[in-house]
Nanobody, 126 residues
């Protein structure tokens, strides 16, 4: 089992920045990739960014390209999401997720991920 704990959410003004962090514990050697998802009421959970755990392959949703940066620290078993130039439409609950399966490419479907954090609220105020 892998446990994930997110931190860093909060309230920020438009064009501001936030950094989300996700700390993994437990059987971290089984992690193959980690992703950040977000969800708003009535909408499906979408992948905004993901990264393979032992390679530099990354994914960014078109809506966040150029504004968000994902990074990982394997020694500390953490993944970060640096979010810049935030927009009101970035408001959502953000979830960290871990995939234990070896795959080609970076998984972006929520169904590919096996472990989830509890979520952290990000609110962008205009």
């Amino acid at each position: 089992q892998v446990q994930l704990v997110e931190s860093g959410g909060g309230l920020v003004q438009v064009e501001g920045s936030l950094t989300l962090s996700c700390a993994a514990s437990g059987r971290t050697s089984s992690i193959a990739a980690m992703g950040w998802f977000r969800q708003t009421p009535g909408k499906a959970r979408e992948c905004v960014s993901a990264i393979r755990w032992t390679e530099d392959s990354t994914y960014y949703a078109d809506s966040v390209k150029g504004r968000f940066t994902i990074s990982r620290d394997n020694d500390k078993n953490t993944v970060h999401l640096q979010m810049n130039n935030l927009k009101p439409e970035d408001t959502a609950v953000y979830y960290c997720a871990a995939d234990r399966d070896i795959r080609l490419g970076v998984p972006t479907s929520r169904y590919a991920y096996d472990y989830w954090g509890q979520g952290t609220q990000v609110t962008v105020s205009s």
